[in-house]
């Protein structure tokens, strides 16, 4: 079993950045392809960004790409995603995931195995 608990989130203007912290615990996380995903309000859960096992490969959302960066410290058992250039259109919950399966490197949402509880972004405008 992998527990994942995400963090940074909080409110920040148009044009600012954050970086969002996802930590596990149970079992270590090199063994696993990562991704974010969020969720707004009233919409479906989408994905945002995912980094395979190694780190050597990353895949972004087309909404995120150039904006977003998604990354790992297997040593300290997180992954990390740096938000810059924030809209008020990335307002949303964000939730972190973890697989074991090829697909989920490819951010697919239904090859994760774990989920974070999620961390909440909200930018004004």
């Known amino acids: 079993q992998v527990q994942l608990v995400e963090s940074g989130g909080g409110l920040v203007q148009a044009g600012g950045s954050l970086r969002l912290s996802c930590a596990a615990s149970g079992r270590t996380l090199s063994s696993y392809n990562m991704g974010w995903f969020r969720q707004a309000p009233g919409k479906e859960r989408e994905f945002v960004a995912a980094?395979?096992?190694?780190?050597?490969?990353?895949y972004y959302a087309d909404s995120v790409k150039g904006r977003f960066t998604i990354s790992r410290d297997n040593a300290k058992n997180t992954v990390y995603l740096q938000m810059n250039s924030l809209k008020p259109d990335d307002t949303a919950v964000y939730y972190c995931?973890?697989?074991?399966?090829?697909?989920?490197?490819?951010?697919?949402?239904?090859?994760?195995?774990?989920w974070g509880k999620g961390t909440l972004v909200t930018v004004s405008s």
């Open positions: 995931a973890a697989g074991a399966g090829y697909s989920a490197r490819m951010g697919r949402e239904d090859a994760m195995d774990y």
């Open positions: 980094i395979s096992w190694s780190g050597a490969s990353t």
